[in-house]
């Protein structure tokens, strides 16, 4: 049969890129309304202590200033620690905004000017007065790790680190040992798009909320219930997001005060962060990590221990899954895992890009790669050597597991076995180059997700669930998804998200959107089609009466018995012979527990890198990159390569770029802004190559997908270290590698 | 000649500029402090352009004064009085995209869209001006637009596609 | 940003005139640094006086053959101006090494020597720094000064001047044509930038009533034995580590002239005369060429996050002289 609907694992340009390249995507500040009024944030000085006055006098005198809040006069707000508690919110008590004159962190939000003009506010806010009372701060990780405790309460997602067999006596008689501490700074997600709400107020003191957001449903249940609002009051929209990689996982502080202004003042309110205040929110964890390994002269691996610690705020205790995946990746029988918490004067820590895995891969690869030195075993041998089918901690078999054809594959593209592996063995004048390798992991996981679809008698089909696109590609592989199942052009197919009235789906993260969302959206259409089967068993005459749906077929806008396709009937005529003006379905998909919990869910990449140091600068230049990736089924090679290069290039940046410095005298992050918080420019970044090693698995879920959003970073920073130790003979275990680091 | 109220308070130093933006020439009343790229945005309610850190520091504001790009965060409205302005929704010309559009579509050069106006714009400005011809050169040339997507490599294989056949 | 007002000047004379009865008036070319610094309210004129209409907005060569870039051309269209790019090519490397495309189209020639530090502390007005607000303190003493000076320096501020044109001018001996209430004036460019000593309020030498009107280049090229070398932390669109510029004329693997200029390590671009004369009449070698840059920075003072600098500024400056002297 001849078909032109599949679309499944084709490289389709985006549905939304005509939108993107047009300036037609309004992103959440795009959006206007008469009498449009904005706000603007005062952003506290100091780390700690408490606002002795807030003098207003001077900025209210402006005309156009509508009002200044403050803790003195914003009330009636919820009461409780639960209505503050999000679908992200790690175990604490949750941050108030403008309801304590006690300051937390620096860059604490202590005021918000709304006023008619951008400009106005703007000027009002640098003309409010704020005098504290200072107490002394705590922001030094390492200075304080005698104040290391286990953290408190649970995260969705978190995986409480677990011990296996007797480390201590495995370690004690292994012949070769290695302990090595890493280290990393803070880092924030800085998307482009600075967070932004626009609140739209109507007459009927209901309200339309454009927020920037992971999850429009986190951002309306937190509306709802800090400010006491019926869901029929408050509509929230994002149907562009300018980026986010985790910073739109929790509410941010900015839709708190564009709704507040918004209800109080009864008007249309728009609030921007700046760069600078992009540095107030969540962050990726500073944290320090010790690893010990024990092996045999073979290389085969006798013991793990991995223990990591992480600052975390003063009321919130921010949880990721760091050391867990010693315990996961390699085949050892004694494993020693610990995660502590420091609480420090900081906002809380927040899930960014793989979080954990990107913190704790970087240490347990870094060390393989040491390990692999002292044993004098080629470091991709060494992972053979130690290769795993199971996962180790929770001893269940992988449901897939390529990443024996990862290595495989990224090595011969790469070139690896051409690798001397003596340091410094490649140099070429001041130019020194090093070959490293890593591996990356991480889990496939699925979440509740439900869709709807509409199909329509002229032919039309539109699909939608509240899940969000924050550049990942989820607009275009839904529709392709959608495509394929009803057979339907996709010029005919339009799939919505991002609107708080579409049925339920958990927050876009980790990537477990297109697996989850995906199977809705594919189960959405499977019923229309035994909806389209059963109208087209009432048509008079009708081949298919007697039929069940697995015994038909759907493309090019047609249905046809599978067995004889001559028989057919074009979807349209089926609505219009029945008489049918639209069908309407809402999946709601269930996973096969008791089939998914027998094994372990993850994928995996095999990173081989290339870098060139200069040796007499420090400067360093990541030329080459191979990165292999098994992750299950690539719904679309184009954007989920383009998905894997930005985790790569992720990975350069955490590597060699990116930190948000404390200055400690000030409790403060110091380079907050995007002149000295470096990310990496087009001319960092260079030869880029991405394999997909595809993986048949359905248990996870019926198509096979497990996501492609964080594992293109996972490992990518250890492979650059590693490479650089190639290069020059110096372990560097703290991150970002700066050229200083190097001379 | 569209008039754009711009809000107006009573004695402040209001000052009427035109500005000539996508072949639409607007006469707005601004106030000094109203930058370029607020005017665009806020003002003429031309969102197309971005905010990205509005400090001259990522290129999301980029667009064409007088056929070469600048960062419009960094300029005021009333220094552009008389300029000719074009934006990203000035790109594409009676619905048919430029071949930079095109190709950032072909070669999924970006991910999330929020710096491909800034990018498009600039590379706009870099085929005029006519320096790049080698690959690290476009890169060079393109460092003035950061995309935390990462879609760099996409988007010197999008400009090197339409670079010189203009 | 505060709120002002603001004029176009139509000449220089007006200009000055304008600015000379306004003490919290500034003038406002490209704006890249100024409409910067005045959103982070760190700058806060109350008047804004827009020179770009004033024609300052040539490159010509002098009788005499030196070389006249007007105060207002931008810094693309100097450094891809052919007189440039063919005669002082240096200058070209240097200019086009900062900022990004979209900024060297706005920037001006005269807004470069005007620009003022990226000191982390000089930009976030909630902590003390005395170049904003004298008698304060320095933050940056003992705080992160990863970007700051290692020369000049004095117990009131570590800052160093931005600038990449900057550099190559001081190793070029530019002349700055500044104009004020009593007329015109030629500043050396060594002469032009200062150290911080107990005024790091003042950046430079520019009277409140004057106005830069052009650069003036001398008639020597150097075309033959150049370098401009920038060391950041990423590839491009960053402020410099450490930069240098070098000039040199060379006979016969002697060196018969050079000068060598820095940036990021000094509240100005810096040089060492002492060590330039030293390597004149001397072979261009490594050897030689380490030895001057140990003179360079005899004197230098770290403060903690910089240790590296030293380190870094020896090695940058003798790479930048060996390919200069094309010694490989």
Known sequence: MNNNTNYIGKPVNRVDGYAKVTGGA??????????????????????????????????????????????????????????????????????????????????????????????????????????????????????????????KGKKSGFKKPSSRGHFDKAFTAAPVTLDATYFHGAEHHNPMEMHATTVLYYKNGSITVYDKTQGILNTQSYVKSVFGLSGRKVKALSPFVGGAFGSGLRPQYQL????????????????????????????????????????????????????????????????????????????????????????????????????????????????????????????????????????????????????????????????????????????????????????????????????????????????????ADIGTGTYTIMTQIAAETLGLPMDNVTFQLGDASLPYAYLEGGSATAASVGTAVQKACMQVRERLLDLAKDIPDSPFKGLSVAQVSFADGMMFMTETPA????????????????????????????????????????????????????????????????????????????????GIVWGISGALHEESVLDHQFGRFINHNYAEYHIPVNLDINDIDVIFVEEQDDVVNPMGIKGVGEIGQVGVAAAIANAIYHATGKRIRELPITLDKLL | MDQVAASVMVDQPTHTITLTVNKITYELKVLPWVTLLDAIREYIELPGTKKGCDHGQCGACTVLVNGKRINSCLTLAVMKNGADITTIEGVAEDGVLHPLQQAFIDHDAFQCGYCTPGQICSAIGLINEGKATTREEIQELMSGNLCRCGAYPNIVAAVQQVNGKL | MNNFT?????????????????????????????????????????????????????????????????????????????????????????????????LRNMATNGGNLMQRTRCYYFYDTTTPCNKREPGAGCSAMNGYNRIHAILGTSPHCIAVHPSDMCVALRALDATIQVKGLHGERLIPIADFHRLPGDTPQLDNNLAHDELITG?????????????????????????????????????????????????????????????????????????????????????????GTNDFKPALAKRAIVRACREATNIG
């Open chain 1, 26 to 151: 309004k992103y959440a500040a795009d959006h206007h309304a008469r009498g449009l009024c904005y706000g603007v944030v005062v952003s506290a000085g100091i780390a700690k202590g408490k606002i002795l006055h807030i003098d207003t006098t001077e900025a209210m005198q402006l005309e156009g200033v509508f009002k200044i809040f403050t803790h003195e006069n914003v009330s009636g707000l919820a009461w409780f620690n639960h209505s503050y508690k999000d679908m992200d919110a790690p175990p604490g008590k949750h941050f108030r905004y403008l309801q304590t004159d006690t300051i937390t962190y620096s860059q604490q939000p202590v005021a918000l000017v709304v006023a008619e003009t951008f400009e106005l506010a703007r000027y009002a806010a640098s003309l409010v007065k704020v005098t504290y009372k200072a107490d002394a701060h705590v922001t030094n990780l390492t200075g304080n790790l005698d104040q290391a405790r286990p953290p």
């Open chain 1, 256 to 467: 708190f005060m564009a709704v507040l202004a918004s209800l109080e003042l009864k008007r249309s309110v728009k609030v921007m962060l700046t760069r600078q205040q992009m540095f107030s929110l969540g962050f990726r964890p500073i944290t320090q990590q010790s690893l010990s390994i024990g092996s045999m002269e073979d290389g085969s691996l006798q013991a793990i221990k991995h223990e990591a610690v992480s600052g975390t705020s003063q009321f919130e205790d921010y949880v990721e899954n760091i050391v867990n995946w010693s315990g996961m990746l390699y085949h050892c029988k004694n494993v020693k895992q610990s995660y502590q918490l420091v609480s420090l004067d900081t906002y809380t820590p927040l899930d960014m890009r793989a979080p954990g895995a990107v913190t704790g891969m970087f240490g347990l690869e870094c060390a393989m790669d040491e390990l692999a030195y002292k044993l004098n075993i080629d470091p991709l041998e060494l992972r053979y050597i130690n290769y795993s089918v199971e996962d180790g901690s929770m001893k269940k078999p992988y449901s897939s597991k390529a990443l024996r054809d990862c290595y495989q594959q990224a090595a011969e593209r790469f070139g690896w076995s051409q690798r001397n592996p003596e340091p410094r063995s490649m140099k070429n004048g001041h130019l020194l180059t090093g070959w490293g390798m890593a591996t990356g992991m991480w889990d496939a996981m699925t979440v509740p997700a439900r869709a709807k679809a509409t199909f329509t008698a002229d032919g039309r089909l539109t699909v939608g669930s509240a899940t």
């Open chain 3, 6 to 102: 603001y004029t176009q000047a139509d000449g220089v004379d007006n200009a000055v005139q304008e600015i000379a009865g306004h003490s919290e008036a500034r003038f406002i070319a490209g704006g890249t640094n100024l409409i910067d610094l005045m959103k982070e309210h760190v700058m806060q004129p109350e008047h804004l006086i827009d020179i770009n209409s004033i024609h300052l907005n040539s490159i010509e060569f002098l009788e005499d053959g030196r070389l006249h870039l007007g105060a207002l051309v931008t810094n693309a269209d100097t450094a891809w101006h052919p007189a440039v790019e063919k005669h002082y090519p240096l200058l070209s490397d240097a200019i086009l090494a900062g900022a990004s495309p979209q």
């Open chain 3, 215 to 303: 650069i003036i280049l001398p008639r020597e090229h150097f075309t033959q034995h150049y370098k401009y070398l920038k060391v950041r932390d990423r590839a491009s669109y960053a402020f410099a580590l450490v930069s240098v510029a070098v000039v040199a004329t060379m006979e016969e693997g002697i060196i018969t002239n050079i000068r060598m200029a820095m940036g990021g390590v000094a509240h100005k671009p810096w040089r060492d005369e002492n060590a330039e004369q030293w390597l004149k009449g001397k072979p261009a070698t490594q050897e030689n060429f380490a030895y001057a840059a140990d003179m360079i920075l005899q004197d230098a003072k770290t403060f």
């Open chain 1, 567 to 646: 028989n057919f009937i074009h979807l349209k005529d089926i609505m219009t012979l029945t008489d049918t003006g639209e069908i309407n379905v809402t999946s709601t998909p269930l996973p096969n527990v008791f089939k998914q919990m027998k094994y372990a869910k993850n994928t995996h990449a095999a990173v081989f890198v290339e870098v060139q140091v200069d040796e007499e600068l420090g400067a360093v230049k990541v030329t080459r990159v191979v990165s292999a990736v098994a992750a299950g089924r690539i719904l679309n090679p184009k954007t989920a390569r383009s998905q894997i290069m930005g």
